[in-house]
């Protein structure tokens, strides 16, 4: 579904991605691991047309993307929750779920979605008329995963979803991507969290200084002894 193939992006004269090329299928979870500063999150940015790239190229089911603008990208189902969440802090919470559906013109699957979302993330109901400004870190990072359901994506582009979540707050993250990816949606992950990212993905790249260095499956990595000694505490 997505192809990576041949990757390289530079900021000045550093090389932030290496020349990496990954794969990922229709309704696979696959993670993508490693330290910060590897490259992870100008991979995905990349995929987004939010950083340029100096060679390689990107393919979304067949169709080469590696030019294409970010809002062509969005309207191809590839969506994608940033680091950080950067939700509309100002709006309420249902202010920034229509947001997501920015581009949609079908009112009724809004409704839809928007129900969908309310039922994922029950939080979200209760505050949905709520400043966003005013959630939680784990209620705004549950509002910005659900703004991009909104928009009925067929790949989601998770970057960090647990970065700065208490351990109870991360799980119930995790608890929601193991829904979605039962209703068959594409994830590619980005995650420091190195367990909980091989757990609940089916494949997993391991990412150093810009390059891949390891893919596997991920049961065979969370066994691997170089993982377990690289992101794993030395044990599982």
Known sequence: ML????????YGGITAVDGISLEIG????????????????????????????????IFFEGK?????????????????????????????VEDNLRMGAYLSK?????????EWVMDLFPILRERAR????TLSGGEQQMLAIGRALMSNPKMLLLDEPSMGL?????????????????????????????????????????????????SDRSDVLISDE????AYLGGAV
Do not use: C, W
């Open 3 to 10: 192809k990576i193939q041949d990757l390289v992006v530079k």
């Open 26 to 57: 229709q309704g696979e979870t696959v993670a993508l691991i490693g330290a910060n500063g590897a490259g992870k999150s100008t991979t995905l940015q990349a995929v987004s047309s939010l950083v340029k790239i100096a060679s390689g190229k």
């Open 64 to 92: 080469d993307i590696t030019k294409a603008g970010a809002d062509a990208i969005v309207k191809m189902g590839l969506v994608h929750v940033p680091e950080g969440r950067q939700i509309f802090t100002r709006l309420s």
């Open 106 to 114: 079908d009112k009724k699957r809004d409704e839809k979605n928007r």
């Open 130 to 133: 709520q400043v966003a400004g």
């Open 166 to 214: 208490s351990p109870i707050i991360t799980q119930q993250v995790f608890q929601v991507l193991r829904k979605l990816k039962e209703e068959g949606i594409t994830i590619f992950l980005i995650e420091q969290n190195a367990y909980d990212a091989l757990e609940i993905s089916e494949r997993a790249y391991i990412m150093e200084s810009g390059r891949i260095t390891l």
């Open 226 to 229: 170089r993982v377990k000694d």
